[in-house]
T-cell receptor
Framework: NAGVTQTPKFQVLKTGQSMTLQCAQD?????MYWYRQDPGMGLRLIYY???????DKGEVPNGYNVSRLNKREFSLRLESAAPSQTSVYFC?????????????FGAGSRLTVL | EDQVTQSPEALRLQEGESSSLNCSYT??????LFWYRQDPGKGPEFLFT???AGEEKEKERLKATLTKKESFLHITAPKPEDSATYLC????????????FGQGTTLQVKP
């Protein structure tokens, strides 16, 4: 029962570098989400994918891009990292059609931009 | 605007000292209020979902209740292992499944 797997767990970047955070789920969920968590700010939605082939902006999408590669995988890309993107990133998945719509989260990816 | 506010930001209790965490929300048509627990360095873990005013759910020392404007997470006789950050969220309008989170309450239970 892997659930939601995120890689890498830790990453340090210099300003201007690019990187991709990977996320995969094995629960056959249709919807996937990327959140960031900062002290005192709670979890804020960056992008989400309601189903395979669709992506939409969340609350804080600037500086990010996403790709829903297939039903299992949803990646988050930083094209030109900035110190303001230092954060902990969480991927999650859910099945809204089930009614319960419980989001299952990964363990997180801690990103530091110098 | 859909919004979730949690209080207090931090709470320190002695083992066995019962208390409550508050979650106030504004959302157009509640389709679920969620409580999660988050341990340091880990992702949030699901605890409860509440759907309608008056509903209650329990798990061990935790009981969640819901009114039309807020939810409470009651912790009865807490133990040090209950120390964690507790997150409240509401489901956003529409069929996307998005959750809107509050800032969280960090609970520390001292032995």
């Amino acid at each position: 029962n892997a659930g939601v797997t995120q890689t890498p767990k830790f990453q340090v970047l210099k300003t201007g570098q690019s990187m991709t955070l990977q996320c995969a789920q094995d629960m056959n969920h249709n919807s996937m989400y990327w959140y960031r968590q900062d002290p005192g700010m709670g979890l804020r939605l960056i992008y989400y994918s309601a189903s395979e082939g669709t992506t939409d902006k969340g609350e804080v999408p600037n500086g990010y891009n996403v790709s829903r590669l297939n039903k299992r995988e949803f990646s988050l890309r930083l094209e030109s990292a900035a110190p303001s993107q230092t954060s902990v990133y969480f991927c999650a998945s859910s099945e809204p059609a089930s009614g319960a719509n419980v989001l299952t989260f990964g363990a997180g990816s801690r990103l530091t931009v110098l | 605007e859909d919004q979730v506010t949690q209080s207090p930001e931090a709470l320190r209790l002695q083992e066995g000292e019962s208390s409550s965490l508050n979650c106030s929300y504004t959302v157009s048509g509640l389709r679920g209020l969620f409580w999660y627990r988050q341990d340091p360095g880990k992702g949030p873990e699901f605890l409860f979902t509440l759907y309608s005013a008056g509903e209650e759910k329990e798990k061990e020392r935790l009981k969640a209740t819901l009114t039309k404007k807020e939810s409470f997470l009651h912790i009865t006789a807490p133990k040090p292992e209950d120390s964690a950050t507790y997150l409240c969220a509401v489901r956003a309008p529409g069929n996307t499944g998005k959750l809107i989170f509050g800032q969280g309450t960090t609970l520390q239970v001292k032995p």
